[in-house]
């Protein structure tokens, strides 16, 4: 019985043998033995190599979800600061359209009559009684307010260098009080740098009882250099445009030269 349990793995020739002389296959045995062993080694490398791959997947995994906790912090930043932009630019872009009223106002950019003026420089201007200038006037209404509106006069001459007063008339034909604002704008554009009021009613709040009706007056100049100006030098007309719109109460643009 000890044979045949010994000789369970030996070949088939060994096999034989071991019957017909009642011996072991000491050669088959050990190879048996050499065999278990090397599986036994086999079998403690595979499972060594697959923990390896386990941990090294594991410290793949947890770096992969670091980077993507990092990219996901550096989008929301990002993005943060994408909004913060837009914000700004929308910000921005409501008050550009009274900044940049200002800057035309300041400058004649657009045709916008400059708002400053030297009260000593009125004083000592001297009038160009050689180049006469027609002024004419006009006058609208935006559509949100209901204000008859129109110039007093429809043109004066003035000349360069001389002051010169005109008025506008404003009627509230409505049942209820309308508080109204205006803007205005001179053309030619390029004269607008020229064409200084000293006082007038626009960008001020002007507040109108129902059915009440008053006049605005605008007393303004044309710089002499008017006349030096090559660009101007077929200029013999300007025209002055008011356009009036209902303002929300409490609403006032200031702007800097005016009385």
């Known amino acids: 019985m000890l044979s045949s349990f010994l000789l369970r793995g030996c070949t088939a020739k060994h096999y034989i043998q071991a019957l017909s002389s009642t011996r072991l296959c000491i050669d088959c045995c050990t190879i048996r033995r050499l065999a278990t062993s090397s599986s036994q080694q086999f079998l403690r490398r595979t499972t060594q190599r697959l923990l390896n791959q386990s941990r090294g997947a594991k410290t793949h995994k947890r770096k992969h979800q670091s980077q993507a906790d990092d990219w996901k912090k550096k989008n929301k930043t990002i993005l943060t600061y994408i909004a913060a932009a837009g914000v700004g630019m929308i910000g921005m872009s409501y008050a550009a ?33 050689d180049r006469i200038i027609k002024v004419t006037f006009n006058a609208d209404t935006h559509a949100s307010i209901q204000w008859n509106f129109r110039p007093q006069q429809s043109e004066i001459y003035v000349v360069p260098g001389e002051t010169a007063l005109a008025f506008y ?7 209820k009080p309308v508080i109204g604002i205006s803007t205005y704008n001179v ?48 200029v013999d007309t300007i025209t002055l445009s008011y356009t009036f719109f209902e303002a929300k109460e409490g609403q006032h643009l200031p702007l800097p030269g005016y009385s």
């Not at 045709?111 to 009684?129: F, I, L, N, S, Y």
């Open 169 to 175: 008339r404003a009627r509230n034909p409505t049942d």
């Open 187 to 234: 053309v030619p554009f390029e004269a607008g740098q020229y064409f200084n009021k000293i006082q007038c009613f626009c960008f001020e709040e002007q507040r109108l009882n129902p059915h009440e009706e008053v006049d605005m007056p605008v007393f303004f100049y044309i710089d002499p250099e008017f006349d030096e100006d090559p660009r101007m030098a077929r």
């Open 97 to 129: 359209v009274p900044l940049y009223r200002l800057y035309c106002q300041a400058t004649g950019l657009g045709g916008a009559a400059v708002a400053g003026h030297d009260t000593e420089q009125v004083a000592t201007m001297k009038p160009v009684r």
